[in-house]
């Protein structure tokens, strides 16, 4: 599950600015958009990436008439919008997004780089599969929001199963939102318990439950989040190999003229997954074998299953 992230080390507003700065093309557009992104920024960052305080702009304001009219002079293809304005909106549209695009020298491409591979991150802070995440995620997605294509509080470090998997939805029918965002809500607690069902040689199920401290509003987002990156399915799959490894480490410990207790082994295991996140797959799954006094018995003096 999700592991609370430190915001970008570069601020969002300034390098926005900066981006804004190195503009040739659309000069005067981005200049009239500006001081309005900035205060989108600010709110976004004062309300935590909620869509419900966030619209879209309507970039119709920024444009200017002169723009338009030269626009009605051009040429219009068959698979082009007759309306100049609503053309001029989609290029600019296309521009915005391609603020993310950047060519190696030009902002924010080093910026972008970092964010994408020095995060330092063993796991994916979506879902909590392990693995360096390599993408980066638009929490707003850039052709809804194509003015935050590049503001960094809305980019987060993601895998690709998840980014795959969530695509362009950031909100529910009434508006709220349906992921959770790493930078903003509280998801450095516990969100996922797992239960691990005998028969302990070969278990009959992993549940997952969200533990009952876990107060309501987060609950209803922690629940959407788990449905919009599968994430139940994917995490038992981790499980089932996951705990034909520990059965595979116990065989081997119990040919030790003096073997170590399970309970011994397994604390060693989460002390070294629950530093980075108390969310991670390792982590939720060693916690839930050391909350199983039986399955800790087992691991000591069951029968271990013979193709081992």
Known sequence: MVAKLNRPVYDSVQVIRAIFAERVHNKEFYEALLPDLVGKIVTYIEFGGDPS???????????TQQRINEEARLK????ENPEPLVRLIDKRKTSLIGLYYPAKDKLPYD???NMRRKHGLLFCP???????????DHYFPKDAYPELAAVLVNL????????????????DKQGKKIFIHPY???????????????????????????????????RRLVCAHIRGVDFVERFEDFCRSQY?????????????????TAIRIVRRFLRNTEDQSVNRWETIFYRGVLNNPNLLNYLDNGELPDFL
């Open 244 to 260: 034909m490894t520990l059965l595979g480490i116990f065989a081997k410990e119990r040919l030790d003229p003096d073997p170590d």
């Open 184 to 218: 903003f809500d509280p998801v450095d607690q516990v969100l996922i318990s797992l239960d691990i069902h005998e028969p302990y040689s070969c278990p009959a199920a992993f549940n997952v439950s969200i533990p009952a401290n876990v107060d309501l509003v987060l």
């Open 126 to 136: 979506s879902c909590g599969e392990p693995g360096k995440p390599g993408t980066l």
């Open 76 to 79: 219009v293809t068959l698979k």
């Open 53 to 63: 305080k966030v619209d879209p702009f309507d970039l119709s304001p920024y444009i």
């Open 111 to 113: 910026i972008l780089e």
């Open 156 to 171: 987060t470090p993601m895998c690709s199963e998840c980014q795959g998997r969530k695509g362009t939805d950031f909100q």
